[in-house]
């Protein structure tokens, strides 16, 4: 059984930082890319930043030089240092994880950021 368990989402104050987990077990292939996705009441799901088995980063323009996402491939783990925050970051983040085969998602991660 797949699960993608993400954690360390919560209500933080403008300026302030938190840090996301999300941890990967049951996916039978290699994990080549793990991601974050935010989304917003009323808006679309939006790729905030991805990096790959190689260590290969890659971040929206919104949060460059503030997020920073980091993973243990031996764990299947992925995380999100996310500094600086603003009201604007608030939303529902999920992890993704992608093999050859397919993505699966996270449950999803509530962060609040309070001006």
């Known amino acids: 059984q797949v699960q993608l368990v993400e954690s360390g989402g919560g209500l933080v104050q403008a300026g302030g930082s938190l840090r996301l987990s999300c941890a990967a077990s049951?996916?039978?292939?290699?994990?080549?890319?793990m991601d974050w996705y935010r989304q917003a009441p009323g808006n679309e799901r939006e790729l905030v930043a991805s990096i790959t088995s190689g260590g290969r980063t890659n971040y929206a323009d919104s949060v460059k030089g503030r997020f920073a996402i980091s993973r243990d491939n031996a764990n299947n783990t992925v995380y999100l240092q996310m500094n600086s925050l603003k009201s604007e970051d608030t939303g529902v983040y999920y992890c993704k994880a992608q093999t050859w085969a397919a993505g699966y998602w996270g449950q999803g991660t509530q962060v609040t950021v309070s001006s």
């Open positions: 049951g996916i039978r292939y290699s994990i080549n890319v």
